[in-house]
């Protein structure tokens, strides 16, 4: 192996600490950008077997030893232990489970910085296996382990046994092949309420720390979409169509919790079902977005990582449903998705890609991939608002 070259790591360490700096004054991007930076500096110093390891050993073995964890309640009983921890014989006593196998989990977890080691077989919580005992990233684990991982270890079989062919089935790709089923991926998770549920906690934590399109400087709500809002009382400012557990509407709630205009959730009612405390202000209602919008007129119609899911022949169904409800030069779409760059395109976009190769057979799509979609349905792009690559972007349309 060459050797280590000394002047790119001096070169990275630099802008990391430049990065720091603005990350010290909190300005937007640099979090980001600093992690990556991070991950390149891994990159150059570790040896093509050290990479071997890494990939092949330690993140399935943290991967597991997390989700063993999980299955044993330890991050809840480290958690409330408090600072000064628990041994592997009292997690023996509190689990049931042997004390060799405690010993050897709880070691991989504290060198991969999920728990800390206090001292010998003593170990205690940290930030992250604290956030780990939440349902929005404990069922996160959870669903990636047992439903995303098989179908990412299936990929590269199914593919090679379809001649490396684009897949574009939704019924027979890569999450068929590891699961050995003929039903998409979405009515696999109707048929396990249990994957279901994690699922959608996940999808709570999984826009955790992201910054909402809500967030002041990213979208002006006030003045896109409050502003020429009919007056009459049932005016609808916005329709979360597919809007899970209503996650979205609430933070828009929050941030503006004088916003004029009702606001409807639509989704599944399995998922309807699992939505309890709703915030006052909310209208939920049954609804499968490959039938007619019933809501008509509304000033804004509003799909988070829906699109995403379904190829361009369902998108088209779904866009045209919409644009049959929409009101000429007063309603407007709102997507909120990702928008893949041409070039540079960051690991949290190029792997959400992968992500939807996996489970649905579909992908990501780059600004020209959305606008012919728009296109086939009537519709035209406004604007792309966006705010560091890896948040998802808001595309706003209306008619054509």
Request: a negative charge.
């Amino acid at each position: 192996m060459a050797p280590l070259p000394r002047e790119d790591v001096s070169a990275l360490l630099d802008s990391m600490a430049s990065t720091a700096k603005h990350l010290a004054k909190d300005q937007p991007g640099a979090r980001e950008h600093l992690l990556s930076r991070a991950y390149e500096l891994i990159t150059q110093l570790e040896t093509p077997s050290e990479c071997i390891q890494r990939m092949g050993w330690a993140e399935p073995a943290r991967f597991a030893a997390s989700q063993i964890a999980i299955d044993l309640k330890i991050f809840e009983k480290l958690k409330e232990a408090g600072g000064q921890g628990l041994s592997v014989s009292e997690l023996e006593k509190a689990t049931k489970a042997d004390a060799p196998l405690l010993a050897r989990t709880m070691k991989h977890l504290a060198s991969m910085n999920i728990v800390s080691e206090k001292s010998i077989d003593v170990f205690a919580s940290t930030t992250l296996s604290n956030a780990f005992t939440e349902p929005k990233f404990r069922d996160g684990i959870t669903y990636c382990f047992n439903v995303a991982a098989p179908s990412f270890h299936g990929v590269p079989a199914y593919l090679k046994a379809t001649a490396y062919k684009q897949p574009h089935d939704s019924s027979d790709g890569p999450f068929q092949y590891a699961h050995n089923t003929k039903v998409p991926f979405f009515m696999w998770l109707g048929e396990h309420p249990q994957y279901l549920e994690n699922f959608n906690n996940y999808m709570a934590g999984y826009r955790a720390g992201k910054v909402s399109w809500t967030h002041e400087g990213f979208y002006p709500v006030s003045e896109r979409l409050e502003a020429g809002l009919k007056k009459d009382d049932d005016a609808v400012l916005l329709v979360d169509v597919g809007g899970g557990m209503g996650h979205d509407l609430e933070d828009l709630k929050a941030r503006f919790p004088d916003l004029k205009g009702r606001l409807l959730l639509q989704e599944r009612p399995e998922v309807i079902r699992q939505i309890a405390n709703l915030s006052p202000g909310f209208e939920v209602t049954e609804h499968d977005f490959f039938t007619a919008q019933p809501v008509k007129g509304a000033r804004a119609y509003y799909l988070h990582s829906v699109l995403h899911d379904w190829d361009d022949a369902s998108s088209h169904r779904i866009l045209t449903h919409l644009a049959t409800a929409m009101e000429r030069g007063y309603s407007k779409l709102l997507i909120n998705e990702l928008v893949v760059p041409d070039k540079g395109a960051a690991w949290s976009v190029t792997s959400m890609d992968w992500v939807m190769l996996a489970l649905g057979a579909v992908r990501e799509r780059t600004e020209s991939d959305w606008r012919e979609l728009l296109k086939s349905a009537g519709m035209k792009i406004v604007k792309i608002w966006t705010w560091e690559q890896g948040t998802e972007s808001l595309i706003e349309a209306e008619l054509a």
